[in-house]
C-alpha cells in the first residue's frame, strides 16, 4: 500500500477554514486518495475519497494536486465539532483493508 | 440507532483469561472488518470477512486470536489466553460490496480491552 505523511498537528480558528495537507508521493495510478476523521472516544468516519478530480460533498472538498503526489483536505468554515484525528488513505478501488497512518490531529479553538 | 454495535463497550480482565467481543453491523452490509487501535496510533487492520467467508487475516491476529462470522450477520473476536499487550481498543466496521467505488467503511464505536 502506497504510504501517506500528514503534519503531526494543526490548529485552525472556530469558523476559518482548515487546509489538511497529505504527501502520497508513491500513489499509483488506479489509487484513490480518501480521508477519514475520528473524533475523541469514536469510530473512525468516511469523509471524502477522490481519484484525480477535485472533489466536494457536504462535509469537505478534497483538492488533489496534478501529478497526484499530495492532495489537501479542506473544511471550509470549522467548527468546534470538526476537533478531531484526520486519516489520509491511499488504495485501490474496492480495496479491503485501511491502512491508517498516525493522521493530523486538528484542533479548532474558539 | 442503524449504525454498527459493538459489546461490551469495555471489558477489564486479567492475564491468561478469554474474552469475546461482539460486533453487529448495519444489516444489509456484507463486508465486516476489525480493525485494533493502540493510544496514539491509527487503527490497525485485523481481519475482514464478505458474509460468513473470512477472505484476509492480518499477521497481527496470531493464533490467540479468532474471528467469526456464522450466519453472516453479526461477528465475534475471540483472545485467548489475554496477554498485557492485547490492551487496545478494538474497532468494527461494515461496508457494502456494491459501493466498490466508495469503499466507505462504517465503524463502530469500539470495545476498549485492559489486560492487567
Known amino acids: 500500500d502506497a504510504k501517506t505523511t500528514q503534519p503531526t498537528s494543526m490548529d485552525c480558528a472556530e469558523g476559518r477554514a482548515a487546509n489538511l495537507p497529505c504527501n502520497h508521493s508513491t500513489i499509483s495510478g488506479n489509487e484513490y486518495v480518501y480521508w477519514y476523521r475520528q473524533i475523541h472516544s469514536q469510530g473512525p468516519q468516511y469523509i471524502i475519497h477522490g481519484l484525480k478530480n477535485n472533489e466536494t460533498n457536504e462535509m469537505a472538498s478534497l483538492i488533489i494536486t496534478e501529478d497526484r503526489k499530495s492532495s489537501t483536505l479542506i473544511l471550509p468554515h470549522a467548527t468546534l465539532r470538526d476537533t478531531a484525528v484526520y486519516y489520509c488513505i491511499v488504495g485501490n478501488t474496492g480495496f479491503q483493508k485501511l491502512v491508517f497512518g498516525t493522521g493530523t490531529r486538528l484542533l479548532v479553538s474558539p | 440507532d442503524t449504525g454498527v454495535s459493538q459489546d461490551p463497550r469495555h471489558k477489564i480482565t486479567k492475564r491468561g483469561q478469554n474474552v469475546t467481543f461482539r460486533c453487529d453491523p448495519i444489516s444489509e452490509h456484507n463486508r465486516l472488518y476489525w480493525y485494533r487501535q493502540t493510544l496514539g496510533q491509527g487503527p490497525e487492520f485485523l481481519t475482514y470477512f464478505q458474509n460468513e467467508a473470512q477472505l484476509e487475516k492480518s499477521r497481527l491476529l496470531s493464533d490467540r486470536f479468532s474471528a467469526e462470522r456464522p450466519k453472516g450477520s453479526f461477528s465475534t473476536l475471540e483472545i485467548q489466553r489475554t496477554e498485557q499487550g492485547d490492551s487496545a481498543m478494538y474497532l468494527c466496521?461494515?461496508?457494502?460490496?456494491?459501493?466498490?467505488?466508495?469503499?466507505?467503511?462504517?465503524f463502530g464505536p469500539g470495545t476498549r480491552l485492559t489486560v492487567l
Open positions: 466496521a461494515s461496508s457494502l460490496d456494491r459501493d466498490w467505488m466508495n469503499n466507505e467503511q462504517f
